[in-house]
C-alpha cells in the first residue's frame, strides 16, 4: 500500500511540475508578445517613396533611449536640412523627411551612427528622370505650352479638342514637376525613421526571473493541491459527523456497493490472492437443516 501511494504522490508532483512549465512558458510567450512594439509607418514609408526625386536615401535607426535621439535629431535636421518636408515625433517612434546637399552624405551617415544603431539604408534613384535632364524638359515644357495656347484661341472647341487640352495641362504639370526635380539633382531626399530597441540583453537576468516565476507558480500549484486534499477530507468528515456516511470508494460515490470491502474480488479474495471463506445462509429452510458452504482454499 505504501508503494502505491508513493507513486500516487509522484505522479501527482510530475503532473504538477508540467503544469508549471507550461504555464511559465505561456507566460513567456504573452510576455514577449506585449514587449513588441507594433509601429506601422508604412504610410511615411509610401508617401516617401512616391516623391519625384532623383536622389533618395532613407534609413532606419534604433534607439535606447527615443527622447535622446528625438533631440540629437531635431539639431541634425536644423543643421542638414535645405528644406524640410516632415517631422513627425510620437511616444514610440519619430520619422523626419527632409532635403540635404548631395556632397553632405556622408557626414550624415556619420553623424546617425551618433544617435542610434543604423538597421537599414536604402539608396534609390527615380528612374523616370535617368534618361532625361533639365534641357529637355525645358524644351517639352515649351512645347506643352504652345500647343495648349493654340487650342486656347479656340471660341468653340470640340470634344476632342478640349480632351486634348486637359492632355496638355496634365503633361505641363508633370514636366514642371520633372523640371524642378531635376534642378535639384544635386541634392538628396532623406528619410529617417527611429524606433526604440534593446541594445543590451541581460541573459542571466532574464533566465532567473523566468526561474523565479516558475518556481513561484509551482509553489503555488503545490499548496493548492495539499489545501485541495486535506480540504477533501475535513468535507467529508463533517459530512460523516452530520451522518452523511459513503461518500467514498463503495459508497454513494461508486456504482456498486460491496461493504466495506470496495470491490468484487474485495469481497471474495484477500490481498495475497487466496479466497475467502464465504458462509451461505438459506433462510427460506429449516435452521437445523442448514448447511455452510465452505468453499477451499487455495
Known sequence: MKSKSLKKVQGIAIFLVFLALLITIFHVY?????QQRAVDLSAQQANFEKRNWLNKISFELGSSDLQASMDKMNDLVDNF???TDMREIKAGYGVFVFSMEKPKLKQLRSELSKIGTIGSEVEMVDTSLVN???QIESANLASYEKDL?????????SDVEL???ESLRAQIRRSQQKLDDLQRMDSFLVYVSVLPHGTKVDVVKI?????LYFLSVLGFLFVGAILAYYGTRLLMY?????GVKGLGSGGLLSPYGYGNYGSYRGRYYYSSGRKRKVKRVYKDKDPSKDKEEQEPQE
Open 132 to 134: 532625361t535632364n533639365a
Open 81 to 83: 536640412a535645405t528644406h
Open 163 to 165: 480632351r486634348r487640352k
Open 149 to 157: 495656347a493654340e487650342l486656347d484661341k479656340i471660341r468653340v472647341p
Open 238 to 242: 463533517l459530512l460523516a459527523l452530520m
Open 30 to 34: 504573452r510576455g514577449g508578445k506585449k
Open 207 to 211: 533566465i532567473s526571473s523566468v526561474g
